[in-house]
């Protein structure tokens, strides 16, 4: 493929750099790809800005040498100078030898993770049980734990038929 048409498409280029204000970054304007601008003073710190308009602040790094984006904030949600110091601890985090972004990951999968019945029957005596009942109903709570059907059953796994 020829030059002038590699350049036409977009390879080769320099990544669009400067210095984040509000002004140079409100006068963006979106086009009809992905456009990404790198901030000059915190490095790694780009604007994603799609063709509808939405912009969001990223962190890119190569980490376990693997390139993550980490988002860090939609703009005007998150300032300028927000963005840059959230960077900067994510840089900082990324030097310990942390990996940010699988935190992140893990943190939404522990999040999903739904309870077996005997697990949130536990979380229910541990918080309303223990503190606010009885010794007699406590008492009774052994044999109304042993009586629970499907113990080890997810409790989004248990259906109507079920309980009927």
Same mark, same amino acid.
């Given at each position: 493929? =020829?030059?002038?048409?590699?350049?036409?498409?977009?390879?080769?280029?320099?990544? @669009?750099?400067?210095? @984040?204000? &509000? &002004?140079? /970054?409100?006068?963006?304007?979106?086009?009809?790809? +992905?456009?990404?601008?790198?901030? $000059?003073?915190?490095?790694? /710190?780009?604007?994603?800005?799609?063709?509808?308009?939405? %912009?969001? @602040?990223?962190?890119?790094?190569?980490?376990?040498?693997?390139?993550? %984006?980490?988002?860090?904030?939609?703009?005007?949600?998150? $300032?300028? $100078?927000?963005?840059?110091?959230?960077?900067?601890?994510?840089?900082? &985090?990324?030097?310990?030898? %942390?990996?940010?972004? +699988?935190?992140?990951?893990?943190?939404?999968?522990?999040?999903?993770?739904?309870?077996?019945?005997? &697990?949130?029957? /536990?979380?229910?005596?541990?918080?309303?049980?223990?503190?606010?009942?009885?010794?007699?109903?406590?008492?009774?709570?052994?044999?109304? @734990?042993?009586?629970?059907?499907? =113990?080890?059953?997810?409790?989004?796994?248990?259906?109507?038929?079920?309980?009927?």
């Amino acid at each position: 493929m =020829p030059e002038a048409a590699l350049r036409l498409r977009g390879y080769g280029r320099k990544p @669009f750099r400067f210095s @984040f204000t &509000q &002004q140079r /970054l409100d006068a963006l304007k979106p086009t009809d790809r +992905q456009r990404t601008v790198y901030d $000059s003073q915190v490095g790694g /710190l780009c604007l994603v800005i799609t063709p509808n308009d939405a %912009r969001t @602040f990223y962190l890119g790094r190569t980490i376990n040498g693997r390139y993550e %984006r980490i988002k860090i904030g939609r703009y005007h949600d998150v $300032s300028i $100078s927000t963005a840059r110091k959230q960077a900067r601890k994510l840089i900082g &985090q990324i030097a310990e030898g %942390r990996d940010p972004a +699988q935190e992140r990951r893990d943190a939404r999968h522990r999040a999903k993770t739904v309870p077996t019945v005997e &697990q949130a029957w /536990l979380a229910y005596r541990d918080r309303h049980l223990i503190p606010n009942c009885s010794p007699v109903t406590l008492e009774c709570d052994r044999y109304l @734990f042993a009586a629970l059907p499907w =113990p080890g059953k997810r409790l989004d796994a248990i259906t109507t038929a079920d309980v009927r």
